[in-house]
């Protein structure tokens, strides 16, 4: 799990802990501001230095130029690395805290990587959102599609009871601690 609250995971959009955590020059002098600065402004106010930034520095650069300039300097961290980092560090904390960024990046992963660090709020309402489900499609409408374009006919077959089952009552009092994802 730490490697997977550490790299992130780009299928789920979430990124590494090092991911921006330090900014180019020319952004710094752009902006004004420092990492930690920055990344307490609203979304809205980040993509406008951001915008701004590609249009002064960027403007008609393709991507992949050695002339184009990013805003934030790639810090490259692999298992390895990360280990001998925290071990130099002395803890996992240590090495998190050494680095502002580092912790808010982390503590967001944890958030999102971490069923028991998922906040109540949001486990309530995917609860409530799953038991108070109704399923409200049209069968014929849909095996007939999967049919002529598909021909699943093994599929159709199992379409009615897998679509008609009802979802079990949950207890939303869950305790995170007994859930096992694996």
Same mark, same amino acid.
């Given at each position: 799990m730490l490697e @997977?609250?550490?790299?992130?995971?780009? *299928?789920?959009?979430?990124?590494k802990?090092?991911?921006?955590?330090?900014? %180019? #020059?020319? $952004?710094?002098e752009h902006c004004g501001l420092n990492e930690v600065e920055f990344w @307490?402004? %609203?979304? *809205?106010? #980040? #993509?406008?230095?951001?915008? %701004?930034f590609n249009e002064i @520095?960027?403007?008609g650069i393709k991507g992949n130029s050695k002339e184009f300039k990013k805003p934030f300097n790639d810090k490259r961290l692999g298992l390895k690395s990360l280990l001998k980092e925290i071990?130099?560090?002395?803890?996992l904390e240590n090495?998190?805290?050494?680095?502002?960024?580092?912790r808010l990046n982390f503590d967001r992963n944890t958030k999102l990587v971490l069923l028991s660090k998922m906040p109540l709020d949001i486990f309530n309402k995917i609860i409530s959102e799953y038991t108070n489900f109704e399923m409200n499609y049209q069968y014929e409408i849909l095996k007939d599609y999967l049919l002529e374009n598909y021909s699943l006919?093994?599929?159709?077959? #199992?379409?009615?009871?897998?679509?008609? *089952?009802?979802p079990k009552n949950i207890d939303n009092t869950c305790? $995170?601690?007994?859930l096992v994802l694996f």
């Open positions: @997977h609250v550490c790299f992130g995971d780009t *299928a789920d959009n979430v990124p802990i090092q991911t921006n955590s330090e900014m %180019s #020059q020319d $952004f710094h @307490h402004l %609203s979304w *809205a106010k #980040q #993509q406008e230095y951001l915008e %701004s @520095h960027n403007k071990e130099k560090a002395g803890s090495f998190i805290d050494s680095n502002p960024i580092y006919k093994t599929v159709v077959g #199992q379409l009615a009871s897998s679509f008609n *089952a009802k305790n $995170f601690e007994k």
